[in-house]
């Protein structure tokens, strides 16, 4: 197994264990709002294949919302984006389903990826929301 693979799995293992305490902090305190964030960018390598595990990750729970999070590092990369990015942003869609958007400047992730202290990319982290509170499980 490559290190790729096994990154995949470690993230998916995180992703299904933040939706487990999701699903039990909505059992025991009522509403709770659920969003698994991607936070990716132009150079992350094999984005397709991240989305891909996140679509059937979806397939698994319709009703889970994944938020993707561009975060560029190079804007001039923007106006000719790779295959590799095209393709991946491609399948992003298909994992996201009707509700895509993909912000090229994301204010709002960015404070995000800041306030969850991402130092790497590709990551995912499942968002619990109750009200004001709010609680991450990054990967």
């Known amino acids: 197994m490559n290190m790729k693979t096994f990154a995949w799995i470690v993230v998916g293992l995180v992703a299904l264990i933040g939706l487990v305490f ?3 902090l909505r059992s025991t305190r009522g509403n709770t709002d659920t969003e698994l964030l991607f936070f990716f960018s132009d150079s992350t390598k094999d984005v397709e294949s991240a989305a891909r595990a996140l679509r059937a990750l979806r397939v698994k729970r319709p009703s889970l919302r994944i938020r993707p999070v561009f ?3 190079d804007f001039a990369s923007i106006a000719k984006p790779s295959d590799d990015l095209t393709a991946g942003i491609r399948e992003l869609k298909y994992a996201v389903g009707e509700e ?3 912000r090229i400047h994301d204010e709002d992730g ?3 990826a800041r306030q969850l202290k991402l130092d790497r990319l590709p990551a995912v982290a499942v968002m619990v929301t109750n009200g004001d509170r709010r609680r991450a499980c990054v990967a």
């Open 110 to 112: 960015l404070a995000l």
């Open 100 to 102: 895509f958007s993909l």
């Open 22 to 24: 999701a699903q039990d």
């Open 71 to 73: 975060l560029a590092e």
